[in-house]
């Protein structure tokens, strides 16, 4: 039988990241927090809408045992099935989007054949900034809600020249706004 919950009063990070999802509230910012249960840490769940309307979720996180500096892990978990022909293709497409983001990046797990955004932040928390914090989310979601689309398509099997003439466009329109 798993394990259940955590004492949060026990938790630091728990009471953390309950005062960074106070703050990003404040700013009109939905997240949920949840307690941390058996081998997962306590975590900062920030919904991430795309404006076609797809709906993923950053999940925010202390990585255990790392508090010298403490370090926080954001990830998101993208809902495409990477179908087994398309794997060489979706990893190149990954790299090429990865070479134009100010952060890491986009991983795909062969092994589950699975698309991840992470990110690893080593932070003080003696103050934990929000303006910190603030910087990774905004750019994690520009990042999946530009081209989450694409690799959604690069996942499904999509060539390479027609990913990278839609990597084209979604750049122009960055540049544009």
Request: a negative charge.
């Amino acid at each position: 039988m798993a394990p259940g919950p955590l004492d949060p009063s026990e938790d630091p990070a728990y009471e953390l990241l309950g005062l960074l999802g106070e703050e990003l509230a404040s700013g009109d910012i939905d997240n949920r927090l949840m307690a941390a249960v058996g081998d997962a840490p306590a975590q900062l769940v920030i919904p991430l809408v795309a404006d076609n309307g797809e709906v993923a979720a950053i999940n925010l996180c202390f990585l255990p045992e790392h508090d010298l500096p403490a370090v926080l892990q954001y990830i998101v978990a993208l809902e495409y099935d990477v179908v087994p022909d398309a794997v060489a293709t979706t990893a190149r497409f990954l790299h090429m989007v990865n070479s134009s983001l100010p952060l890491t990046g986009f991983e795909l797990g062969e092994s589950v054949s699975a698309v991840v955004f992470r990110h690893l932040q080593a932070v003080s928390v003696q103050p934990l900034v929000t303006e910190v914090v603030l910087w990774p989310l905004s750019m994690i979601f520009h990042a999946v809600t530009r081209f989450g689309p694409l690799i959604g398509r690069a996942c499904d099997g999509a060539p390479m020249d027609e990913l990278v003439s839609g990597y084209g466009l979604a750049m122009a329109e960055l540049y544009r706004s």
